[in-house]
Each structure stands twice: as structure tokens, then as C-alpha cells.
Nanobody, 117 residues
Framework: QVQLVESGGDSVQAGGSLTLSCAAS????????MGWYRQAPGKQRELVAT???????NYADSVKGRFTITRDNAKNTVNLQMNRLKPEDTAVYYC?????WGEGDYWGQGTQVTVSS
């Protein structure tokens, strides 16, 4: 069973930076895509950024130019560098790994990011 372990959530002031990390433990799978999603109170979960195993990235319009997603295929890890954070970035952030060959779709437990004005 693949487990995703997230870290890096914190409380920061607007304009600050955070880096979220997510690693797949005990996994020999390869992941065609990795991504970050977020869910704010009272709102639906939304895509933040994704990256394929070929390093093609996709970002939500609201984070373009501020957030950067990277991955290490050998280590099965994905990072989200978040700069110039805004109060509206406050949410629980979840990592997601999509395995190759239909081997499954996995979610982390979530990590809280709080941005104060």
C-alpha cells in the first residue's frame, strides 16, 4: 500500500514563502503524474499544480508566477514552492500521485497552510 507523507504546512504572513513536500513511502511504483490540490473551508477541493513524469507542469491561474512544482522521479517526491503568499491561499493542501499502468490514485493526509494579512 502506497502512503504519501506531506510536510511543510505552516502559518505565515502575506508575502511570505513556504515549501510543501510529499514523498511516497514503501513504493516501487512509478507515477505518471504528481500534483497538489487545496481545499479551503466551505469550498471544493481545487487543483493547484501538477507535473508529469516528463516534467510538464500545469498551474491554476491563481498561482501562476508565484508557485513552482518540482519532482524527483528517483525518490518519488514532489515539492511545491509557494512565494508571495496571499490570505486567499489559506487552505489544506493535499498531494496526489497517479501511478502508471492503472496501479492507483493516491492522496496525502493534507497539510494546513494559513496566510494572515
Amino acid at each position: 500500500q502506497v502512503q504519501l507523507v506531506e510536510s511543510g504546512g505552516d502559518s505565515v504572513q502575506a508575502g511570505g514563502s513556504l515549501t510543501l513536500s510529499c514523498a511516497a513511502s514503501r513504493s516501487r511504483l512509478s507515477f505518471v503524474a504528481m500534483g497538489w490540490y487545496r481545499q479551503a473551508p466551505g469550498k471544493q477541493r481545487e487543483l493547484v499544480a501538477t507535473i508529469t513524469n516528463g516534467f510538464i507542469t500545469n498551474y491554476a491561474d491563481s498561482v501562476k508566477g508565484r508557485f513552482t512544482i518540482t519532482r524527483d522521479n528517483a525518490k518519488n517526491t514532489v515539492n511545491l514552492q509557494m512565494n508571495r503568499l496571499k490570505p486567499e491561499d489559506t487552505a489544506v493542501y493535499y498531494c496526489n500521485f497517479l501511478a502508471e499502468w492503472g496501479e492507483g490514485d493516491y492522496w496525502g493526509q493534507g497539510t494546513q497552510v494559513t496566510v494572515s494579512s
